[in-house]
C-alpha cells in the first residue's frame, strides 16, 4: 500500500510540473533533494545513498553504499554492514569492500511518506513562487490581461492564462471602473512586491504607463520610434494631457496619434472609461510649453521663474476659465506635464480695485448664469454694471428678468460698499 502511495505521489508531481511549467531537471533536482531530505532526517546522513528519478516512468530508485565490518565491529547500521550479513547477498564479498544494495521508500514507514509529502510540497511551493517572481519582475511597466475572480471592496482577483493571481486594488482602478467576474481586464504591471518570498503582482490602469502602452500599442510610429511620448500628465477616468516629438519632419506626431477622425485615440478613450485625451506637440522652449500644455485656452503672455520653476500666465477674461477647466483639471495637468506651477492673471485694463470677480457671487448667482456672463466678457461685477442691458440679454442670451435680477444683486453690492 505505502509503495503505492510514493509511487501516486511522484505521478501527481509530474502532472504539477506539466501545470506549472517547472522544467524536467528542475523537478529532477526537487524530488531528488526531497527524497535525500527525509533519508538525512531519518538516518542522520544521505551521503551514501544515491536516489535515481525516472519521472517519465513515474517510478524512482533508491541505493545504499555500506563498508563491510566484522561482526562485532559493526557500529552504524546505516554506513555499515557485517561479514555475515553480507554473505546473505553474495559468498564472495570480504571486509573492507563496499556494497550496494536497494532499499525501498515504503520500508521506511508512514511518517517518512509524510515527511516527503510535505517536504515536496514546500518546495514544489517555493520554486512557484519563484518562478512567478522572476516572470513578472520582468514585465514591470507591461500591459497584462486577467480574468476577473474575486471581487473585494477594496481590490480585485484577476487569474492571468496560467492562473497565476494579480491584484488590482481600488486605488489603482479608475473611478468609473466597473467590472464582472469572468470578464477580462486590461492594466499595466505596477510592481511585484516580495515579501517573504511571496510575491504579489500589482496591477494598475490609473498609471501614466498604461496610458502610454496603449499609445503604443495604437499608434505604429511611436512603437517605431518615429514618435516619441516626451511626457504624460492623467487624472485617470477625467482627462489628460500627453506631450509627443517626431524626428521625421514629414510625420505630424498629434495627427499621428490622434488618427483619421480620431480613429486611434478612440478605442484608448473608450479603455480609460471616456478619459479626455489632449494631445499636444512638445517643445523644449518652455514658453511655449506652457501654452501648449494650457490648450484650449488662449494665452496672452507668459513670465517664467526658472528658479520657483512657476509660470504667471496673462490672459483675456474669456480664456481665463478654459485655462483653468473643469475642476480645475485643465490648469493642473499643465503643471503636471510641464513642471511648473501655474498662476493664471486676468488680462483686465485698468482693474478697479474695488470692483470683484462674478465667482464672488455663485451664491446668489446661478454658475451657468456667471459662466453666461464669462463668454461674453464679463468677468467682473463692474463688467457687467458697465455693460448696456440689452446687450446683455442678447449676446449673453439670458431671459431679461435674470438680467434684471443680476443687476439688482450686482448694484446692491456697490450700493452697500457706499453707505458702509
Known sequence: MAKKEVISLIDTFSEFKELKNIDRMTMINVLEDSFRNVIAKLFGSNDNYDVIINPDKGDLEIWRNRTIVNDDELEDPNTEISLTEAHKIDEDFE?????????????FGRRAILNLRQTLTSKILELQKEGLYNRYKDKIGEIVSGEVYQIWKKEILLLDDEKEELLLPKTEQIPSDFFRKGEHVRAVVERVDNK?????????????????????????????????????????????????????????PVGACVGMKGSRIHGIVRELRNENIDIINYTSN???YIQRALSPAKITSVKINEEEKRAEVLLRPEEVSLAIGKGGFNIKLA???????????????????????????????????????KKIG????KNVLTMNRDAIIKEADLEEDTVDEILGILKAEFSDESEA
Open 378 to 381: 464679463c468677468v467682473t461685477a
Open 95 to 107: 571486509v573492507g569492500e563496499e556494497v550496494t544494495d536497494e532499499v525501498f521508500f515504503e520500508d
Open 335 to 373: 503643471s503636471m506635464l510641464t513642471g511648473y506651477t501655474i498662476d493664471v492673471y486676468r488680462d483686465i485694463d485698468d482693474f478697479d480695485e474695488e470692483d470683484i470677480y462674478l465667482d464672488e457671487f455663485r451664491d446668489e448667482i446661478d454658475g451657468w448664469v456667471i459662466d453666461q456672463l
Open 196 to 252: 517573504n518570498n511571496n510575491p504579489k503582482i500589482i496591477l494598475s490602469r490609473t498609471s501614466p504607463v498604461f496610458l502610454e502602452r496603449l499609445l503604443e500599442l495604437e499608434v505604429p510610429e511611436i512603437n517605431d520610434g518615429l514618435i516619441t511620448i516626451k511626457n504624460i500628465a492623467r487624472i485617470p477616468g477625467e482627462r489628460a494631457k500627453v506631450a509627443v516629438e517626431s524626428y521625421d519632419e514629414r510625420i505630424d
Open 286 to 288: 518652455m514658453n511655449l
